[in-house]
């Protein structure tokens, strides 16, 4: 991981932007031109946000032998062969459940894969614990994120659906 360290005791000068998430699309988000120090650029207050939504919505790549027949492998080719003494692949495996069905006990599988994809932020320090909750619904798993800093008190709660009919290629199921 790369870092840009100031040369004097000014802060640091670039801070990752934060991403936003619509339940269907993460995209950047800009700063609006009335903002009073950085009038349309990207803004970056969200960080611990932004590092879940990366950990969670982005796919890792995965062992061949946990893939179903048809199914392609997804997420940063590099993590299948360029991942560094201590670091972990990106992103989680959730996208493997988008063929399954919502069976008894698929939670708890659920709930393991983003304490996986979520793990990086503990080993890095950001959190010192991480809660998953999934809760089976109609057509649907609602995944509650909560994450402890040092001291014992939450520094992040969200709330994440994770939709079939959207994973299984509907047309944009939750336009209106």
Known sequence: MLKIIPVDDAEEPYRAPDLGWDGVVGDLIVNPL???DAPGDFRSEQGLATQVLICLMTDRRVEQSELRDGDENRGWFGDSFDVM????????RLWLLRRSALYPGIE????????????????????T???????????????????YGQNGSRIYSSQFELLWRQIDGVANPLAS
């Open 85 to 92: 003494d201590g670091e972990t692949p990106l992103g989680s």
């Open 108 to 127: 708890v599988k659920a709930e393991d894969y983003a304490r996986e994809a979520l793990q990086p932020l503990i080993d890095q320090g950001a959190a």
């Open 129 to 147: 614990r991480v809660d998953v909750t999934a809760t089976p619904g109609d057509n649907r798993l609602d995944l509650s994120v909560s994450l």
């Open 34 to 36: 009335t903002h009073p």
